[in-house]
Each structure stands twice: as C-alpha cells, then as structure tokens.
C-alpha cells in the first residue's frame, strides 16, 4: 500500500503533528521512532479513520489498514465498561470473552482459533476482557486488528506489557507476517526496531525531522544526545523532591503478607506468599503475563477485594482491624496500567497532580495554596505548563503517564508502588523516570516496589526480589524471595 502525506500539520496544544512530506511505498516496512511525543496513535487514527486531515494531506490508495495501540485499548475498555450488566446479572460482569472479541472482526470462524493459537490466547479464549493482565490484553488487540487481514498494519509499541517470552513470540510471529503484510512499528525503544524494516522516520516533539534506512539508524547520534538531556533533567526531579521532603516513621515491618492467598471459584492465582518490606529495601516483582504481579501489588494498596481475606499488615496496621482504605493510601503512591485506565474523568492536567494528595481519580477536596504551587512546580519540570487547563483526555498517552506518575511521588509516600510505569512513555521519559527512581531509592526518598518485564530496565538500586515461578504439580504460582548478592 503506497501513503503520501503532504504538508500535513494538526496544530493541537496537547499533541501537536507536523509531517511536510513522507512517502511510505508499497511493501515497504517503516519504523516510526519517537524521542519525545506520541505520534504513533495519532498517525493510526489518521490512517484508520478515526481523525480527519485537511484534504490533499494524506493519501491512502487503500483503505485497508488497522492499528493496535494504547489508545485504541483504550477505547475498547470504555466501550465494555459502558455495556457493563453487573447490576442485572448474578455475576460481574467481566465484559466479552476472548474468542467474542476476536470474532467480531473476522470472517472466517476457523481464522479465530488461528490467531489465538500463534498469540497464545487458546488457554484465555473465555476469559472476560476486564480479566485480562497488560500483556494479555495486548495480544487480544493483535488479534482483533489481525482478524480482517489487513494489507498494511500500525503497531503503536507492539511489545509494552509483554513478558520476555511473548516478546520473543511476538518477534517471529511479525517476521513471517512481513512477508505478506506491510507493516509500520512505532516505538521509543531503539531494541524494538527489526532488522527486516526498511526505514525509519524520527519524530521530535511530534515533527517529522528526518527519514533515514534502517542502516544509518543504527549509527544516529540521537539515542546518545537523549541519554545526555534525561541525565540532566532527572536532577531536576529530584531538586524538587528534596525541596518537598518530609518523613512518616513506621516501625519494622512496613509490609507483612501471611500465607497469602487470591483465589476465585474457577482458579487460584497464587498462594502460600509469605512477605515482608523492611525499612530501606526496595523491590521488584518479576514474572510472566497473568502470573498475578498486579494483583499481588492491588492487595497491599488496597484495590483488590482480597485484600481483607488476607492476613495483611501494613504501616503498622492490621488489614481488617477498622483502618480505613485512605488510612493506607496516604502513604502509599500508585501507578499501574489499570490505575492509568480507570482514570478517566474530565479534569485538568493540574488536577490530576492535586489529586496525589488526596488519593483520588479527580479532584474533590480544595487543595492549599502550597499544594497548587508544588504542582505548578510539577508541570513546569514536565514541560506541561502550558496544559494545566488541558483536559487529562486530550492529552498524549506520554503525558497522560508521566501526569500520574509525578502525582504518585508529589505527596513524598512511604511506599511507591511502580507496576510497569514506563507504558506508553516516550525514550526521553522512559529515561528519565528510569533515572528519578534510581536517584529516589538510592536516597531513601520513598521505598519502591517496582515491576518491569524489560531487563534494561532493572534498577540498580534494587536489590531484593520477588518472583513469580509456576508450581508444575497444579500449574498454580508460588513466589520466591531472594537478594541479589544471592542471584547466581
């Protein structure tokens, strides 16, 4: 399929898209890299439909295109949440199943049991879609895209969520479909690029600076100029965290989990987790898809309805001793892809920082005067001044994170929990949180409880472990604890 853009510009406050000209010929594989911004959902939307450009911009000779993006999983929540029938049914409703996602957009039934089959989706196939962990849902939305066999197909970050294993599953299953199926990857991640692309066009703040083949890629300066800025920039952040500092005292242990237990009628996730969190130990929770790392992660915050079936001390407090869920969230910071779906809510980019201080998705109590100033503060060092007033909506996906993650530290919490937080983060974001949290668990600032599926993203500065490994007697998880100056 042969794409034109000509002279294209979407002057949008919050994501701004500018390409002067950009030739994508037919059976051509393009990577799109983007060192700050998300034009990835933006350019699918374009080419899909879903936004219009000026006319004689864009130029598609065939309409047969799908995309798979943050964005658009977005929407697919929203859509499921909205036909939520709980309240008529004796049951939650979880949404639709797996194999009636997948469905919906193909022809042929037996094409279904195909995708799932080479996504690794056949053991998930009456699974409810709101039951889905990270990776998996990014599989399920592959398949949907897949299933109308598209001639050309935009991957925005195909691999966020995806444990180590599926990556690798993902990688061989794209390299047969470029054989027949012309392919655009966007992603902030220099590694993510496959050797059998044939070019790549670099974007900057939403501008199409450059087009290059995939052999001058390899040896642009820009990855070294990004890691320079985001070194420099993470000083910043901690500036500002010192200038905010203040200190909550709880005896040893800060966390205690007894035998620990989530199971439901059909299955158990995991069991028998005996845990604590000392002061100055930092943690990352390590596992594959669907192991139980975020519900794990939901039961110490709160979130999860197991949360008090569970012997569970935190903070000094016993789980279920009539503490209230805001007496744990006050000293707890959050940022996960489920927190990052849930909040939804029309409110400014501002708002949603004040609300790190009260622990809620929205803006309902009146902030002080010191609160609104740190959280200009906040936006000035995220470059965001501009947006206060954006809605939390109209803003990029990159924006969107980078938003929640500062409104998890801006409140200084004890414990920071980090479920994969760099999801949708550009390179230079990604770099920079990568080295804020470095700098806030080698000072003590908060405690950090992190999961990350990548190994580039290890943090030096965490040194105890929690993994997840599977029991092949029942197929169930079981968790292993280790330090690591005990690591092999």
Not at 6 to 28: F, K, R, V
Not at 136 to 151: D, G, H, I, Y
Not at 420 to 436: C, H, I, M, S, W
Request: aromatic content about 8%; hydrophobic content about 40%; some cysteine.
């Amino acid at each position: 399929m042969k794409i034109e853009f000509h002279q294209l510009h979407i002057p949008d406050t919050a994501h701004p898209l500018t390409i002067e000209q950009w030739q994508i010929n037919d059976s051509e594989h393009w990577a799109i890299f983007e060192t700050q911004g998300n034009v990835g959902s933006q350019i699918g939307d374009l080419l899909c439909g879903e936004k219009q450009a000026e006319p004689g911009c864009l130029v598609a000779l065939h309409q047969d295109i799908a995309q798979v993006s943050l964005a658009e999983q977005q929407r697919l929540l929203e859509l499921e949440n909205a036909n939520d029938d709980t309240d008529f049914l004796d049951r939650i409703d979880f949404g639709r199943t797996v194999t009636q996602l997948i469905d919906e957009r193909v022809q042929q039934p037996s094409h279904t049991l195909e995708l799932m089959d080479k996504l690794d989706l056949t053991h998930l196939a009456q699974r409810g879609f709101k039951q889905l962990s990270t990776g998996e849902t990014r599989r399920v939305m592959l398949a949907r895209a897949l299933a109308s066999k598209p001639r050309t197909l935009l991957l925005d970050e195909p691999f966020v969520g995806l444990d180590a294993q599926h990556r690798e599953l993902l990688a061989c299953y794209l390299r047969t479909l470029a054989e027949h199926t012309q392919i655009i990857i966007v992603t902030s991640r220099e590694d993510e690029i496959p050797d059998w692309v044939h070019h790549v066009a670099l974007f900057e703040h939403g501008t199409l600076s450059q087009t290059m083949t995939h052999r001058q890629w390899l040896s642009h300066p820009v990855i070294s100029q990004l890691r320079a800025l985001s070194s420099e920039q993470s000083e910043q952040w901690i500036a500002l965290i010192r200038k905010h500092q203040h200190t909550a005292k709880f005896a040893d242990p800060l966390l205690k989990i007894t035998n620990g237990t989530v199971e439901y009628v059909e299955q158990r996730i995991f069991s028998g987790v005996d845990w604590q969190i000392n002061h100055g130990e930092h943690w990352q929770v390590r596992g594959p898809n669907g192991c139980g790392k975020s519900t794990l992660l939901g039961l110490i915050f709160g979130d999860h309805p197991q949360c008090y079936s569970n012997d569970i001390q935190i903070y000094g407090m016993q789980r279920g001793s009539g503490e209230t869920v805001w007496d744990i969230k006050k000293h707890t910071g959050m940022v996960s892809s489920s927190l990052h779906l849930q909040y939804r809510v029309s409110c400014r980019a501002l708002d949603v920082l004040l609300s790190g201080y009260f622990d809620s998705i929205g803006l309902y109590d009146q902030p002080s005067k010191k609160q609104i100033d740190t959280a200009m503060e906040w936006l000035a060092l995220l470059h965001m001044a501009h947006l206060k007033d954006t809605s939390f909506k109209a803003l990029e996906y990159s924006q969107q994170r980078l938003l929640l993650i500062a409104r998890a530290i801006i409140k200084q919490p004890t414990l920071l929990i980090l479920d994969e937080p760099y999801q949708g983060l550009d390179f230079l974001g990604r770099k920079l949180v990568t080295n804020a949290l470095n700098m806030i668990a080698n000072e003590n600032l908060s405690q950090l409880l992190y999961v990350s599926h990548y190994v580039e993203d290890a943090l030096d500065s965490i040194q105890h472990f929690v993994d997840f490994v599977k029991d092949d007697a029942d197929e169930n998880y079981r968790v292993e604890l280790s330090k690591r100056d005990e690591l092999p």
